[in-house]
């Protein structure tokens, strides 16, 4: 059985390796690729140095509208999800193909089984050979699943959750979550991680940009969207928007009509 709890982890495992090349690499994840076809709400990848598929799970290829992985294999993100998305995921990976860097739990739009918009966590690391070079990226995508009504603190945290989408609009304090929760800030950190997969902070995010993406599909002005969304300041919005999306607003509104 797959223990979805250490997905994350899964291109850090690979990496760890430190494969001759990206081939030797490919070899040896042959005989584990069919397991991650039974992972419905994730989406798996390994990118060679121009961003193009080299491994992709079922699930991802299903949400780019494919039946099988074959046609996914040598394009790139820009090729195969829409234009609301595609170049985002691109021009990220070439990030970390060329700078290097890490991703880790970043808040984004992803498409999930429907094709229509929704929100997970992603994670992308480069992939070194035994020289140290970069050889090509591994990384997946975990949907933000409904949150378990099991756990002891759901209910505290649903009335948080539920503050928040009322609220979003104005000015939400830490002590406001902590007062709602009757919890101390480290249990109500650690408790959203578990029950939500995401920081106080990141639900504030989440719902405020979940209605400013609704907004910009209207005729509404940018600058009215970012205050209906609770920011005073345009351009505070506009980096927190880029910042979760990867697209300005206007980039954001402009990809979502064509």
């Not at 089984?113 to 070194?128: A, D, Q």
């Not at 002005?221 to 920011?231: E, K, M, S």
């Amino acid at each position: 059985m797959i223990d979805s709890a250490q997905l994350p982890h899964l291109p850090r495992a690979i990496a760890a390796h430190s494969p001759h090349d990206i081939n030797s690499l490919l070899a040896n994840m042959a005989p584990i690729t069919p397991l991650l076809d039974c992972i419905p709400s994730a989406v798996f990848f390994i990118k060679d140095l121009q961003a193009r598929y080299l491994i992709a799970n079922l699930t991802l290829a299903q949400r780019c509208g494919f039946k099988n992985i074959r046609p996914l294999l040598g394009k790139t993100s820009a090729e195969v999800f829409p234009a609301l998305l595609g170049p985002v995921y691109t021009e990220q990976d070439q990030r970390v193909l060329h700078q290097g860097i890490t991703l880790k739990g970043q808040l984004e739009l992803h498409l999930y089984g429907s094709r229509e918009p929704g929100w997970c966590l992603t994670h992308k690391l480069p992939l070194h050979g035994h020289d140290g070079e970069i050889i090509g990226m591994a990384g997946i995508s975990l949907d933000l699943q409904a949150a378990r009504d099991t756990h002891p603190a759901y209910e505290r945290l649903a009335a948080v959750d539920r503050y928040i989408r009322e609220h979003y609009s104005e000015a939400i304090r830490l002590e406001d979550l902590t007062r709602i929760a009757n919890l101390s800030i480290a249990q109500l950190e650690r408790y959203c991680k578990r029950i939500f997969h995401l920081t106080p902070r990141q639900m504030i995010h989440k719902a405020r940009l979940e209605h400013a993406s609704r907004l910009l599909l209207t005729e509404e002005p940018i600058t009215d969207v970012a205050l209906q969304c609770g920011y005073t300041d345009h351009s505070a919005f506009s980096r927190q928007f880029k910042a979760l999306t990867g697209l300005s607003p206007r980039q954001f509104r402009q990809n979502a009509l064509r």
